[in-house]
């Protein structure tokens, strides 16, 4: 598929897995033209893939090109006047309409001014908008601030109201508005209730939310005391295995990294299906990357986690650091080191005085725990707290709020990793027979690989296939990788091997199955995969 607005994830083939939640989401989506959609909240902690989810929601939408128009912005985390950030917000909807109307991504990419947005829905021949534009302008420069939004709130659903199309409004970050919003100029006077405007637009089914935030405690606090019951709470946990074995295979392609079967089973379990993990791993710095060996992993675990420079470590350093100058509590940092240390069950209020010689009641240990909850911290469990389940989270904090810092670097955390990998490397040899998950990507992966290289030995490569045509001749492949069928195409399929080339050469597509050679294909077989083969050529 085209890409329209530009994804966070960047090479858009690094986009795997998910299908779950995009299937259900895209199938919301599909409602929304029936207004039977109401407003989404996606529930997940930080580095899930939630942005990069709702940009290839809104990338689909926008080639479907069928009646739902998307509108993505992502809130900032720095200070603004409730004025700019009024115009910010209108003008990019204005500008993704305008792209999606007029089929002209470009448009996307406007700059945030009245006069270059006005002269483009003059030039396409869209005078309600330029009517929409002049009247948003007059009352930047004439009105208060609060009346300006008040007015740009509504347009996305006041602007197809009397149509056919639809909007879905996408809100990234959603938690910052009522912490990064100001009513002043001078950015002095917060506005600590901003997400309440939305009250009464965010029901409205021509035009419903879809919003995320990466300090979940934070976002469900807001939904529930300004915006009750107005969100459905959709939560985005890791990925499952087999989407991060998928996910593990597609990177080491693109990276053109070595990995072997076991390996990626290893990385899949160590990285617990967090695709924020698998992400750092294949783009560390770390000098000497080998992820074809158990203790190649170990390497570039220990150097993203454990030296501040790594950028697992920095990323989630970063969090923690503002997570706790917004607390500012001075036992903070013991609790979470207690509850890291225990997070394998719930913790009690009296345990944690107790162990920790907090001289307070219950209500003030409970708004302390509260505030770290928020911060997405600890976890909560029927009024009990536990630490965050979570191995790499758990080594990056003790690496710098541990009693003994140099001591868990040189020993403790790598004891740990080796436990762990020992732990998954026992399991991976007792159960090998049964992976066929692993071997049947491992192939494919294997698959891909030749036919990367099969234009450099034509001969040695054409042996392999029978049936070519005579002129038949390997290309240097623009795209090798596995193919999925769009979540709203009307026939599903996957296609194991799609080798797309640069030029016009011919394209390859195969069906890769892990069995004996006593097991052969059959007639129906054959005849399932030349139906995948017209779905593929028809899409």
Same mark, same amino acid.
């Given at each position: &598929?085209?890409?329209?607005?530009?994804?966070?994830?960047?090479?858009?083939?690094?986009?795997?897995?998910?299908?779950?939640?995009?299937?259900?989401?895209?199938?919301?989506?599909?409602?929304?033209?029936?207004?039977?959609?109401?407003?989404?909240?996606?529930?997940?902690?930080?580095?899930?893939?939630?942005? =990069?989810?709702?940009?290839?929601?809104?990338?689909?939408?926008?080639?479907?090109?069928?009646?739902?128009?998307? *509108?993505?912005?992502?809130?900032?985390?720095?200070?603004?006047?409730?004025?700019?950030?009024?115009?910010?917000?209108?003008?990019? *909807?204005?500008?993704?309409?305008?792209?999606?109307?007029?089929?002209?991504?470009?448009?996307?990419?406007?700059?945030?001014?009245?006069?270059?947005?006005?002269?483009?829905?003059?030039?396409?021949?869209?005078?309600?908008?330029?009517?929409?534009?002049?009247?948003?302008?007059?009352?930047?420069?004439?009105?208060?601030?609060?009346?300006?939004?008040?007015?740009?709130?509504?347009?996305?659903?006041?602007?197809?109201?009397?149509?056919?199309? #639809?909007?879905?409004?996408?809100?990234?970050?959603?938690?910052?508005?009522?912490?990064?919003?100001?009513?002043? #100029?001078?950015?002095?006077?917060?506005?600590?209730?901003?997400?309440?405007?939305?009250?009464?637009? =965010?029901?409205?089914?021509?035009?419903?939310?879809?919003?995320?935030?990466?300090?979940?405690?934070?976002?469900?606090?807001?939904?529930?005391?300004?915006?009750?019951?107005?969100?459905?709470?959709?939560?985005?946990?890791?990925?499952?295995?087999?989407?991060?074995?998928?996910?593990?295979?597609?990177?080491?392609?693109?990276?053109?990294?070595?990995?072997?079967?076991?390996?990626?089973?290893?990385?899949?379990?160590?990285?617990?299906?967090?695709?924020?993990?698998?992400?750092?791993?294949?783009?560390?710095?770390?000098?000497?990357?080998?992820?074809?060996?158990?203790?190649?992993?170990?390497?570039?675990?220990?150097?993203?986690?454990?030296?501040?420079?790594?950028?697992?470590?920095?990323?989630?350093?970063?969090?923690?650091?503002?997570?706790?100058?917004?607390?500012?509590?001075?036992?903070?940092?013991?609790?979470?080191?207690?509850?890291? #240390?225990?997070?394998?069950?719930?913790?009690?209020?009296?345990?944690?005085?107790?162990?920790?010689?907090?001289?307070?009641?219950?209500?003030?240990?409970?708004?302390?725990?509260?505030?770290?909850?928020?911060?997405?911290?600890?976890?909560?469990?029927?009024?009990?707290?536990?630490?965050?389940?979570?191995?790499?989270?758990?080594?990056?904090?003790?690496?710098?709020?541990?009693?003994?810092?140099?001591?868990?670097?040189?020993?403790?955390?790598?004891?740990?990793?080796?436990?762990?990998?020992?732990?998954?490397?026992?399991?991976?040899?007792?159960?090998?027979?049964?992976?066929?998950?692993?071997?049947?990507?491992?192939?494919?992966?294997?698959?891909?690989?030749?036919?990367?290289?099969?234009?450099?030995?034509?001969?040695?490569?054409?042996? &392999?296939?029978?049936?070519?045509?005579?002129?038949?001749?390997?290309?240097?492949?623009?795209?090798?990788?596995?193919?999925?069928?769009?979540?709203?195409?009307?026939?599903?399929?996957?296609?194991?091997?799609?080798?797309?080339?640069?030029?016009?050469?011919?394209?390859?597509?195969?069906?890769?199955?892990?069995?004996?050679?006593?097991?052969?294909?059959?007639?129906?077989?054959?005849?399932?995969? &030349?139906?995948?083969?017209?779905?593929?050529?028809?899409?």
């Amino acid at each position: &598929m085209n890409i329209y607005l530009k994804e966070k994830i960047g090479n858009p083939e690094l986009f795997s897995g998910r299908q779950k939640e995009l299937n259900y989401l895209l199938k919301w989506a599909d409602s929304i033209k029936n207004e039977l959609s109401k407003s989404t909240a996606l529930l997940s902690r930080r580095k899930t893939g939630k942005s =990069c989810l709702m940009q290839r929601i809104y990338n689909i939408l926008f080639e479907k090109n069928d009646k739902v128009i998307p *509108f993505y912005f992502e809130i900032k985390e720095s200070n603004q006047w409730l004025r700019d950030f009024s115009r910010n917000y209108f003008l990019t *909807f204005i500008n993704q309409y305008l792209a999606f109307k007029t089929r002209n991504k470009s448009y996307i990419k406007l700059r945030k001014e009245f006069s270059h947005t006005l002269k483009v829905a003059q030039k396409e021949n869209f005078e309600d908008i330029a009517g929409w534009i002049h009247d948003v302008e007059n009352r930047f420069y004439n009105d208060s601030a609060e009346n300006l939004w008040d007015m740009v709130i509504d347009a996305p659903r006041y602007i197809v109201e009397d149509s056919e199309d #639809k909007v879905l409004q996408m809100i990234d970050e959603f938690q910052f508005i009522n912490r990064y919003i100001f009513s002043d #100029k001078e950015r002095n006077d917060r506005i600590d209730n901003l997400a309440g405007s939305y009250l009464h637009t =965010c029901e409205y089914k021509n035009a419903p939310l879809l919003v995320s935030g990466s300090w979940v405690g934070w976002l469900m606090d807001d939904l529930n005391k300004q915006l009750p019951g107005r969100f459905i709470k959709f939560p985005l946990g890791n990925m499952p295995e087999n989407e991060s074995v998928e996910t593990i295979f597609k990177y080491a392609q693109v990276y053109n990294v070595p990995v072997t079967e076991e390996s990626v089973f290893l990385m899949a379990q160590l990285t617990e299906g967090n695709p924020f993990y698998i992400d750092g791993l294949f783009r560390s710095r770390y000098e000497d990357n080998d992820f074809s060996t158990k203790q190649g992993i170990l390497n570039t675990l220990e150097f993203e986690t454990l030296r501040l420079d790594g950028s697992i470590n920095s990323t989630w350093m970063d969090y923690l650091e503002a997570a706790f100058d917004k607390i500012n509590d001075v036992h903070a940092k013991q609790i979470v080191i207690y509850l890291s #240390k225990n997070r394998n069950r719930r913790v009690a209020h009296s345990e944690i005085r107790e162990k920790l010689g907090l001289d307070m009641t219950d209500p003030e240990l409970e708004k302390k725990l509260k505030a770290l909850y928020r911060s997405d911290i600890i976890e909560e469990d029927f009024g009990l707290y536990k630490g965050v389940g979570d191995n790499i989270f758990d080594k990056v904090f003790r690496r710098s709020y541990s009693n003994d810092i140099a001591k868990f670097i040189t020993e403790e955390a790598p004891n740990e990793y080796q436990e762990l990998i020992d732990k998954w490397e026992e399991k991976y040899r007792q159960t090998k027979g049964e992976l066929n998950l692993y071997k049947g990507k491992y192939l494919e992966f294997m698959v891909w690989n030749h036919l990367k290289n099969a234009h450099k030995n034509q001969e040695l490569y054409k042996n &392999m296939l029978l049936g070519l045509p005579e002129e038949f001749v390997y290309d240097e492949y623009k795209q090798i990788l596995s193919y999925t069928a769009p979540p709203l195409n009307p026939v599903q399929f996957q296609i194991d091997v799609y080798a797309k080339p640069k030029l016009d050469g011919y394209a390859l597509i195969g069906e890769v199955k892990n069995r004996s050679k006593d097991s052969p294909f059959t007639i129906d077989e054959a005849r399932a995969f &030349m139906k995948k083969a017209e779905e593929l050529i028809e899409n």
